[in-house]
């Protein structure tokens, strides 16, 4: 087996996985060829990576052993792939994340039906060199998709909100983002590094009678904690009935 890789979209999530690849040594610039659809970024990517670039997927197809097929389309299943595939042919399903542009994504493969462990293997290698990988069943991705895959959305409106509250009690722009960036990032190491369960960790700071619990009062009676887990189980549908669209067309 070659290590040859193509990337089939050379966009920003595309190149951010080639940029990952080549920055930790995962892949050296010549085992990589990536597709964009506009010569003037044909020739970026190639000049800026060091790697083989192309318009045509057919041929990086060809020249590759693994094929990543770049996409942010939520809810395409291992099966409708195989449709448009000849018979046989392994295909492995990921969702990532926006992270992977700063190589701290969150992945999780899932196989399909032609695809064995070796095939699994070389997903979660090549996306470990971006992030953190776990390997779960296909029915567990609309879930993946609507949690760690839309994330770092959730993420971003917090830290929004937090920020302008920051404005509103007089704080500079430029003091309120630093502020809630490295409290973000700090608390965020605190949950992975730690192994503490979240309520452990709030617990950490809310002493009795101070301002951490009113103002945790307020979010609990705001319904905060009730509306992300709608806002969730919403994206989780719209992640099935998008799989269930693309079925349908594909049948037709």
């Known amino acids: 087996m070659t290590r040859r890789v193509a990337f089939?979209?050379?966009g920003k999530m595309g190149e951010a996985l080639v940029s990952g690849l080549i920055r930790s040594g995962g892949r050296n610039p010549d085992e990589i060829m990536v597709t964009a659809r506009r010569e003037e970024r044909v020739r970026e990517l190639a000049e800026r990576n060091g790697v083989a670039a192309t318009l045509s997927n057919p041929e990086a197809v060809e020249w590759a052993e693994t094929v990543v097929l770049v996409s942010f389309a939520a809810g395409v299943r291992t099966s409708f792939v195989e449709k448009h595939l000849a018979s046989g042919v392994p295909v492995v399903r990921v969702m990532s994340n926006v992270a992977v542009l700063v190589d701290e994504a969150m992945s999780v493969v899932s196989p399909g039906s032609h695809a064995e462990d070796k095939h699994v293997s070389v997903a979660e290698e090549l996306l470990g060199y971006v992030g953190r990988v776990i390997r779960l069943p296909e029915v567990h991705l609309?879930?993946?998709?609507?949690?760690?895959?839309?994330g770092p959305a959730y993420f971003f409106l917090l830290a929004e909100a937090m920020i302008e509250a920051c404005i509103l009690?007089?704080?500079?722009?430029?003091?309120?983002?630093?502020?809630?960036?490295?409290t973000m990032l700090g608390s965020a190491k605190m949950l992975r590094d730690t192994g503490k369960h979240p309520v452990e960790l709030r617990e950490m700071v809310?002493?009795?009678?101070?301002t951490t619990i009113a103002a945790i009062r307020h979010l609990e009676e705001a319904g905060v904690r009730a509306a992300f887990l709608n806002a969730i189980d919403a994206a989780r549908k719209r992640s099935a009935e998008l799989?269930?669209?693309?079925?349908?067309?594909g049948d037709a």
Do not use: F
């Open 8 to 10: 089939l979209g050379g």
């Open 142 to 150: 609309d879930a993946i998709t609507a949690t760690s895959g839309s």
């Open 169 to 182: 009690l007089g704080l500079s722009r430029d003091v309120a983002t630093e502020l809630i960036i490295q």
């Open 206 to 210: 809310t002493s009795p009678g101070g």
């Open 243 to 249: 799989a269930r669209g693309g079925e349908e067309e």
